[in-house]
C-alpha cells in the first residue's frame, strides 16, 4: 500500500450519525482479518477516495466502506465481524390505558 495521510475514526461520526441515531465514534468493532478489537474512533479512515474507507490501525485491511450519493448511502462493512454499538438505558415501554 502506498503511503497516504489519513484521518482517525472519530471523523466519520457526522457521516455515521446520518444513517444511525448514536454516536457510533463509541462503537466497539473487531476486524475481520486480524480480530483485533478496538472503537470506531481508532480506524484510519481515508478520504481521498469517492467515499470513506476506514482500515485497522493494525493491520490496515478495509473495515468500512461509506459513499453518499444525493439521495442514498452505501455502507459496506464487510471487514467487520461485528459492531457493538452502546445504547442509553431502556425507558419502559407506556403502559396501555
Known amino acids: 500500500m502506498t503511503e497516504m495521510s489519513y484521518l482517525d475514526g472519530n471523523m466519520l461520526d457526522g ?4 444513517l444511525f441515531t448514536v454516536d457510533v465514534s463509541t ?3 473487531r ?6 478489537t478496538g472503537s470506531m474512533a481508532s480506524l484510519h479512515v481515508y478520504s ?3 467515499g470513506l474507507v ?6 490496515e485491511a478495509v473495515m468500512l466502506r ?7 448511502a452505501w455502507l459496506d462493512m464487510r471487514g467487520t465481524t461485528f459492531l ?12 396501555p390505558l
Open 31 to 36: 476486524c475481520e482479518n486480524c480480530g483485533m
Open 54 to 59: 476506514a482500515r485497522c490501525p493494525s493491520c
Open 15 to 18: 457521516p455515521m450519525r446520518e
Open 84 to 95: 457493538q454499538v452502546p445504547m442509553p438505558m431502556e425507558q419502559p415501554f407506556p403502559r
Open 27 to 29: 462503537a466497539m468493532g
Open 48 to 50: 481521498q477516495a469517492p
Open 66 to 72: 461509506l459513499v453518499r450519493g444525493p439521495d442514498r
